[in-house]
C-alpha cells in the first residue's frame, strides 16, 4: 500500500488548495478514504472521511461547509478542496485508510496560510 499526497503549499488566508492523494498497491475502490492533519505541538486530527464510491462524507466541525472531499476511483486518487482557508487550518495533511486491519498513511504535505 502507498499513499502519496501532494498539493500543499503557502496560501493567504481565505484562499484555497486542493490538495490530491495517490494511492496503489490495493483495490483503492474498496475502501473508505480519509485526511487528517497536524499542527505544529499537536496530535494528528481527523478532518474528512469518504466512503468506496463517495456517496457519504464526513467532516470534522472545524472543516465543514469550507472543505470538500472527494474521489475518482478510475484514478485511484482523493482529494480535498480547501476553501476560506484561516490560519489554524496551517498542518501537515495526511491521506490515510485502513487495509487489512492496519492504518497507512502518506508522507504527508505541508499547508501553511499566512495571515
Known amino acids: 500500500v502507498q499513499l502519496v499526497e501532494s498539493g500543499g503549499g503557502l496560501v493567504q488566508f481565505g484562499g484555497s488548495l486542493r490538495l490530491s492523494c495517490a494511492a496503489s498497491?490495493?483495490?483503492?475502490?474498496?475502501?473508505?478514504m480519509n485526511w487528517y492533519r497536524q499542527a505544529p505541538g499537536k496530535e494528528r486530527e481527523w478532518v474528512a472521511g469518504i466512503s468506496t464510491v463517495g456517496r457519504t462524507t464526513n467532516y470534522a466541525d472545524s472543516v465543514k461547509d469550507r472543505f470538500t472531499i472527494s474521489r475518482d476511483n478510475a484514478k485511484n486518487t482523493v482529494y480535498l478542496q480547501m476553501n476560506s482557508l484561516k490560519s489554524e487550518d496551517t498542518a501537515v495533511y495526511y491521506c490515510?485508510?485502513?487495509?487489512?486491519?492496519?492504518?497507512?498513511w502518506g508522507q504527508g504535505t505541508q499547508v501553511t496560510v499566512s495571515s
Open positions: 498497491g490495493f483495490t483503492f475502490g474498496n475502501y473508505a
Open positions: 490515510n485508510t485502513s487495509y487489512r486491519g492496519r492504518n497507512y
